[in-house]
């Protein structure tokens, strides 16, 4: 039987926040097509510009993306973890430093989250 506690070991399981706060958008050209078939899936974003889309569900933020699921054993997912856009890639619990991310601290603390300690 699995450890439940294990299962939120990583704090994003038991957050979900940014993927409900942000808009999240990116370049066209990360979508998926016959030539990038490991891109972010067409029909989850919206078009918002020449150059730019969005995962549905962000178009006006505060609002979750069509992608995040969530379970009470498995907590907050992403279902399309390795094919989502370099803008989710780059939002991150922690910088490279080791430093806590300040953005994703808020959301935690607004949440009524634990706090994140730095990386040592
Ligand atoms: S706000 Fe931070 S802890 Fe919450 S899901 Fe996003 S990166 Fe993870
Ligand atoms: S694609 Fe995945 S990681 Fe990106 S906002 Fe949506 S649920 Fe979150």
Redesign the pocket.
Known sequence: MPNLMNLFDNPCFECGA??QHFR?SFYHGEVASDFYPEGVPPEMVTRLDANKVC?KG?EKGSSP?V??THAPSTGYR?S??VQ??ST?REFNTHFSNGQVNPDCQRLRIARGLKELDPIL
């Open positions: 940014c993927c999240v995962m962000t993306c992608a995040l992403c399309i973890y989502r856009s989710c």
